[in-house]
């Protein structure tokens, strides 16, 4: 027979296999509702180990979505006869990772005697169930005919990074299943983790000699996982129960092996009997297990021909039990398999999945600071590729793809964990599809089947006009927000598709820019942090207070900035083991008050002296967050309580001093201070009489007025000499603004006019007032976006949008200004980054020496010696500029005497040893350079390289090397087949000022 008759024919019979293999077999089940889970049982992903579960698991529990059939008729292998289909073979010889599979059943069950369970014999293929189990998992052979496995499916999708051999004790040489008793019945085990427990306390006495280490692939101390098998005997478990198919962090003492030969239990995955025979399940459970999320949306039913995000195109969202899809390049990056590559447009090619050359490329544009977007090239199998083969594509059959093309999708990284993959308000994933409805999130409807772009069928996603919206076809972020981004294929073969890349120039979208230096560079470059907030600086900069991740419940100390509309400059760190920090500038200098959690609560204050930080004070006292705050003339700090009572503290001298009687023995939320009437005065939510009250402290009583109802979670403020307003955030996301400026002082019985504002839902807020602008940033409920709107002071009937959105996701924010600019400080997820945003120029005269104190008045310049007689220093004017007889100090430090003009000698610029480029070369999409080291009075080296041979302004970027002992840099991320022109100068920093030397001769250098 000739090959392609050969082929023929296989087509054919496989195309009569398939037919009666993909028959569902089982119906999809109802989701449960509410009223049919007890409230307490609110798991983080819907599933039955919820609040009252015990804390040894974190789980993954599935939806019906993820399993189209659950169960087949027949397999391929099953209706072809045994002669033809060939057979697997389980003796694994290259794994790399391990797991160990345990197989229960509960008390009083006899299933696995004799012939019954997974001893039985399975009569449509005359072999022993458990048989078929063990090749499920073990299995590989190099029959088409065959359904792919654990071991192959793993290995072929990871391009071998992960050969993963299941360990089964259990089961002897001829297939036969030892079962483990369980101690309880099935009825009596009310959560996942108790069946975990029993069974790895059964395993170790039925095997005390056996070794957990062969467990461990990875070498962490922990089994690489632990696959346990509950028999059900037929009576499958229902969603959301105790056996549902689940993978979940165990967090116990359990362990597996013989004394010192034990291993500890990191994750486990459970896979009952009756979905035992569906590969995709056992596939589905073990692949979470290495970092893979859900792609489906919670409460979404198999049948549905909406709510479906990434839907056939990923094994994490659907599959159809034997007929399996692969996952996505980004759940193969989550399980650390490959690793995207990031693409700035152009003409890009990618190869097909098993190639080992790149399949799929990550892009993005400043509209966004962490959402993406993903191009995959993917290559459908058909019949004649038989049951092993992945991606089918069969039209007429559910769960198979529409064929093979480029798929384009969104990844919004803070969903990862904080939505649990899909699940969440937002998709992690959404794949781009004609016929898509709604937004900005989308319906999840449309042809997703053909989502994919090709040569042959639809070849462009996106639109440009940076008006369209998803329903239009444009390539969207979660907000709805148009990238702008076109994406056409123009090539495609059998194993490679080629693409062209267009991105929007997006320098004419009114964006919100980084706050930067005079060389384009920003001082927050650190991950790691939790919150941000900004403090207005006397001079009218900004201090920028950053509060590091906690470790556990203890603090990990915070580092402050200084920004002046050109320059930043790092005031260093403070308070390790402190955390939630909050400053105020009293007497024009910098204070900061953070939280230390412990057997007894502290809370510690912090001054910047101008050259470091010095503690003032501590106090044994409870609060969620210390807030400070300035009023009649004094400082206070006011801590919550932490629902154990609130008090005010004054600082005198080098203590902090109670200020007033404790209040509130509920919880205290949203605190801010204020100055009313030259007391001090608190505005908080009190979560006991839901409602938002203003607690104003005099004569030493406390008196408390009603603001408005509901229970603020954030209460932002805003004074100066002349304005006074409160911003309240309550739990609905509803923004109220209070004038205070108005009031008497008494704070009892005052009566507010809260003003209702017309702006999106926010889960937290502030405002700023600059000229006659006020300003209030927010970050949307719900979507994280960070936006910023403006009124006038005078007039506060209409608001509009600065700019563009900020920011998203945005986790905390704050807003500032200098000058004509406004800032937003914000910490956006998933690095953890702080960051200052800035919109708006900031103009002359922004930055002008803080005022002298009205208590301490300014001394009279010393007569410098000999005569002349200087002339003394001009009183302050609004946009200054210093002289040399006249030096303008330093914030928030000591002003120095000045010097006679005689005696004021300028020490001569350094002359730096020039260095030279030894060598260029250009790789893929990069350049690597090398110079000639100088450490002879060199701080390190400036690098430029640009696409002109001028360099000019708009092609030319530039790198810094902080050490004079490195002389090689490569830059990544650039043009493919372009020449860069590169020359590198040695510079040196002395206190502020940076010292160049000439440039070198200039190379150039193509990128491959």
Avoid at 115 to 130: I, K
Avoid at 771 to 799: C, H, K, M, P
Wanted: proline share 7%; charged share 20%; glycine share 10%.
């Amino acid at each position: 027979m000739k090959r392609q008759d050969a082929h023929k024919a296989a087509a054919m019979l496989m195309s009569v296999v398939l037919a009666c293999a993909l028959v569902p077999a089982v119906p999809a089940q109802a989701q449960p509702t509410a009223a049919d889970a007890p409230a307490a049982e609110t798991a983080a992903d819907g599933g039955a180990d919820g609040a009252d579960a015990p804390a040894a698991t974190v789980p993954d529990v599935e939806s019906p979505l993820v399993v189209a059939d659950e169960q087949t008729v027949a397999t391929a292998a099953e209706a072809v006869p045994p002669s033809t289909a060939g057979s697997y073979d389980t003796a694994i010889a290259d794994a790399n990772r391990y797991q160990l599979v345990i197989v229960v059943r509960f008390a009083g069950d006899t299933t696995g005697d004799s012939d019954t369970g997974l001893n039985a014999v399975d009569p449509s293929v005359l072999q022993l169930t458990g048989r078929r189990l063990v090749e499920r998992l073990n299995g590989f052979t190099d029959s088409p005919f065959l359904e792919p496995t654990l071991y192959s499916y793993v290995k072929d999708v990871s391009d071998g990074a992960c050969r993963l051999r299941s360990i089964i004790p259990q089961a002897d040489e001829g297939f036969r299943i030892r079962y483990l008793t369980l101690p309880r019945a099935r009825e009596g085990y009310a959560y996942a983790v108790n069946v975990v427990e029993d069974a790895l306390t059964a395993f170790n006495r039925a095997y005390p000699d056996f070794d957990g280490r062969s467990l461990d692939g990875d070498g962490d101390g922990y089994a690489d996982n632990v696959l346990i098998v509950p028999e059900v005997n037929g009576s499958a478990p229902v969603i959301d129960s105790p056996l549902w198919p689940h993978k979940a962090d165990y967090t116990g003492s359990g362990r597996i092996g013989a004394e010192g030969r034990a291993v500890r239990v990191g994750t486990y995955t459970m896979v009952d009997t009756s979905h035992g025979v569906s590969t995709g399940t056992i596939v589905h459970e073990t692949i979470h297990a290495f970092g893979a999320k859900d792609l489906y949306r919670a409460g979404a039913k198999t049948e549905d021909a909406a709510n479906r995000p990434v839907g056939v195109w990923d094994i994490m969202a659907e599959h159809a039990g034997s007929r399996l899809m692969r996952p996505l390049a980004i759940t193969r990056q989550d399980c650390g398999w490959t690793k995207l590559e990031e693409t700035g447009g152009g003409s890009v090619t990618l190869f097909a999945p098993g190639s080992g050359k790149r399949q799929a490329v990550k892009f993005k544009t400043d509209l966004n600071a962490s959402e993406y977007f993903v191009a995959e090239f993917r290559r459908a199998s058909d019949a004649a590729d038989g049951a092993a083969g992945l991606d089918m594509s069969v039209e007429g059959l559910p769960s198979t793809i529409g064929g093979s093309g480029l798929v384009v999708y969104r990844v919004n990284p803070v969903m990862k964990d904080a939505g649990n993959g899909n699940k969440g308000p937002k998709d992690y994933v959404y794949i781009f599809r004609p016929g898509e409805t709604g937004a900005p999130r989308g319906d999840g409807a449309g042809d997703l089947r053909h989502a994919q772009l090709s040569v042959s069928g639809r070849a462009t996603l996106g639109v440009a006009d940076m008006a369209a919206g998803l329903a239009d076809g444009a390539i969207t972020y979660s907000d709805g927000q148009n990238s702008g981004i076109v994406v056409s294929v123009t090539e495609q073969s059998d194993d490679a598709i080629t693409f062209k890349l267009e991105m929007p120039d997006v320098t004419a979208h009114d964006l919100w820019k980084s706050a930067v230096d005079g060389k384009g560079a920003t001082a927050l470059t650190e991950s790691g942090f939790s919150d941000t907030s900004l403090v207005k600086a006397a001079d009218g900069a900004l201090y920028q207070v950053c509060s590091r991740l906690q470790s556990g419940t203890r603090g990990a100390g915070a580092t402050v900035y200084r920004y002046d509309g050109s320059s930043w400059s790092s005031l260093g760190s403070l308070g390790n083991g402190y955390g939630n920090f909050s400053g105020a500038v009293y007497r024009n200098e910098l204070y900061v008050a953070g939280v230390r959690y412990g057997a007894t609560t502290t809370i510690g204050l912090w001054r910047w002296s101008g050259r470091a930080w010095k503690e003032v004070a501590t106090v044994a006292a409870a609060a969620n967050k210390p807030v400070l705050g300035v009023a009649g003339g004094a400082l206070y700090l006011f801590a919550d309580g932490s629902g154990s009572g609130a008090q005010l503290y004054r600082l005198t001298g080098s203590s902090l001093t109670p200020a007033g009687r404790r209040w509130g023995s509920g919880t205290i939320a949203g605190a801010h201070l204020f100055d009313v009437g030259g007391q001090p005065a608190v505005m908080a939510g009190n979560f006991s009489s839901d409602r938002t009250e203003l607690w104003t402290l005099a004569n030493g009583v406390w008196k408390v007025a009603r603001v408005h109802s509901g229970f603020a979670q954030t209460v932002a403020g805003y004074q100066d000499g002349k304005h006074s307003f409160a911003l309240t955030v309550t739990q609905d996301g509803a923004l109220r603004l209070i004038d205070l400026a108005g009031t008497s002082g008494s704070g009892f019985g005052e009566k507010y006019s809260p003003s209702p504002l017309a702006l999106p839902k926010a889960y937290t807020a502030s405002l700023t007032l600059g000229g006659d602008r006020l300003y209030v940033a927010l970050a949307e409920a719900g979507s994280q976006i960070a936006r910023v709107f403006e009124t006038s002071v005078g007039n506060r009937a209409s608001w509009q949008q600065v700019g563009a959105n900020v920011v998203s996701p945005s986790t905390a924010i704050d807003v500032g200004t200098i000058g004509d600019a406004v800032f937003v400080a914000s910490t956006a997820t998933p690095d953890d980054v702080p960051m200052l945003l800035q919109y708006g120029s900031v103009g002359p005269g922004a930055i002008v020496p803080a005022p002298p104190l009205p208590s301490e008045p300014a001394k009279p310049a010393p007569a410098p010696t000999p005569a002349p007689k200087p002339t003394p220093a001009p009183a302050p004017k609004p946009t200054p500029k210093p002289t040399p007889s006249t030096p303008a100090p330093a914030p928030s430090a000591p002003t120095p005497a000045p010097k006679p003009p005689s005696s004021a000698k300028a020490k001569p610029a350094p002359k730096l040893r020039a260095t030279t480029l030894t060598k260029v070369k250009g790789g893929r999409r990069a350049i690597t350079l090398r110079w000639k080291k100088q450490t002879k009075s060199v701080t390190g080296y400036q690098i430029r390289y640009s696409t002109s041979r001028k360099f000019t302004k708009k092609t030319t970027r530039t790198r810094w090397v902080k050490s004079a002992k490195k002389t090689s840099l490569t830059v990544k991320k650039l043009k493919a087949k372009k020449t860069y022109y590169v020359k590198v100068r040695t510079y040196k920093k002395i206190g502020a000022k940076y010292y160049y030397s000439k440039w070198s001769k200039v190379k150039k250098v193509k990128t491959k």
